[in-house]
């Protein structure tokens, strides 16, 4: 057997061919992304980028209604936007087995709230497995196909951050050829109608309290009995801090952790002295095992925010001050978009016309920090052109002269047609504006499908955002060039003036895409600096000041986009060819 340092993310995805998945769908969210872009690896799996989590997840429940293993794997903002068909899917159940990762993210490293995708699955009625290091996140992912074919229902895999980007060593095996199930028509169990669903609730009822009296024998969960005086019950990336903080105690490590084991919990808690409670984010588990009678301490020592740590173990359950040394002093470095991001010229280009923007999730988000300050909201994926749409249609038109949406293209093909589409219909007024930098950026340059390409490379169709916007009755579609900022700035004045809705495609690639290489760079002449600062206003991290005030530009950042220069009156600033 070989064996592979890898990615938590990386091992469901070989859990995935290894238990003979045949369909996967996705949409790119940090921190799932690397899921797909593993899984594309295996040609045996067929794996697409989804435009949102919703037709992802519907993608996979048609594939296992037809007989096929399938999977779904998102971030857990994304379990919001498939829920709809999550909670019905429930309900059907299925045919071949139906796997959804939902990869939380404590201690918010790349989202805008901490959820925790184990309420979702218990308000949904479905299983949730969760595990916590590399080799049982391939081995979870496999049982999770087993335990979905034979209690007939889709299984969460409940990922964190730490575990989807921590690495550890996986047992590679061959994969399992699952015989394709065969297709037999039943309205009952898959048209979900009221009279369907009220007899397939009464199906999931019992499947959970069969699942939860199975669940005492179930490998995934296990006693690890050592010293009495203190008993844990935790699960996923929390077990390894308490192995670390707590090596002596009495652990049980759940790996599934819904339905829970009642008879099993009810066992261990009578043989130690103090039972706590580990686990990140909302009390699920301490909640539950408290509605028994059982008593137990969690939140009242733990907080509900963010990540643990085997320190903070140590201290709330041991009552151990762990000395650490004074970490380092030094400057803050918030996140700054890139050297050349087109995003930046556009937000100067507002913040120079004192526009406010509703905005959006994507790099662009950083449009609502100094030195842009632009963005004012940012709310969900697609939200920016519906928040733009409630302001005008509570305060009128007059109020919105000053504001735009700003969204990027791969977040408008997610949810903002949608949008669009209701402004139009509405009766709006507004502009949007489509920051069009030809990829999905913020997860890491995943293609969509405006881009022409697959998530395994090849070559589609890809969708025009012009026609697009006029097949939404847009009649007003302007594209322009990011960088250039005289016409943007004509443009944008004149749109923002219309009694109709608008759309701006400001359009230039990321700088960061591998096909984007740029052959200028800027280079300040210092004899011509007047120190006006007018080319450092837009923050690119290429540029700073020498000690006599002039300006300087860092040639190993710069990628010669040329912003600065077209701010600068006094040709300080000149693009070359390298």
Known sequence: ???????????????????????????????????????????????????NEKVAMEVAIGASISGVRALASMKMVGVNVASDPLYTVSYIGVNGGLVLVAADDPGLYSSQNEQDSRCVARV??????????????????KIAYDLSEKYDCPIMIRTTTRLAHSQGVVELCDRKEIDDKPYERSVPK?????AMAKGRHVFVEKRLKDMAEDACTLPINRVEMNNTKIGVITSGIPYQYVKEAL???????????????RKLIEEFAAKVDTLYVVEELEPLIEEQVKSWGIACHGKDILTV???????????????????????????ARPPILCPGCPHRSTFTVLNELKMHAAGDIGCYTLGAVAPLNVIDTTVCMGSSISTLHGMEKAKGKEYIKNWVA???DSTFLHTGINSLLNMVYNKATG???????????????????????????????AVDLIDLCHALGVQYVTVVNAFDTEKLKAVIKEEVARDAVSVIISQAPCALLKTNVSHKKCYAIPDKCKKCGMCLKPGCPAMSKNPDGTIAIDDTMCNGCGLCASRCKFDAIETREV
């Not at 045949?22 to 697409?48: F, H, L, Q, R």
């Not at 090596?247 to 084991?261: E, F, M, Q, R, W």
């Not at 963010?306 to 359950?317: H, P, Q």
């Not at 930098?437 to 490379?457: E, I, P, R, V, Y």
């Open 431 to 461: 502009t949007v504006i489509i920051m069009d930098n030809s990829t999905t950026g913020m997860t890491g340059h995943q293609d969509h499908a405006a881009t022409g390409k697959t998530l395994s490379g090849e070559a589609t169709y």
């Open 124 to 141: 949904a009625q479905i299983p949730v497995i969760e595990p916590s290091d590399s080799a049982e996140a391939k081995e979870f992912t």
């Open 406 to 408: 700003v969204i990027g």
């Open 1 to 51: 057997m070989e064996k592979k340092i890898m990615l938590g993310n990386e091992a469901i995805a070989r859990g995935a061919y290894e238990a003979g998945v045949k369909v996967s769908s996705a949409y790119p969210g940090t921190p799932s992304t690397e899921i797909s872009e593993n899984i594309v690896k295996y040609p045996e799996i067929y794996a697409e980028w989804a435009p």
């Open 247 to 261: 090596p002596d105690a009495s652990v049980l490590k759940l790996g599934l952790v819904h339905p829970l084991p």
């Open 190 to 194: 898959n048209v979900m109608m009221p």
């Open 305 to 331: 925010q963010g990540e643990y740590s085997a320190n903070m173990l140590r201290k709330a359950i041991l009552n151990e001050e762990v000395k650490t040394e004074e970490p380092a002093k030094v400057p």
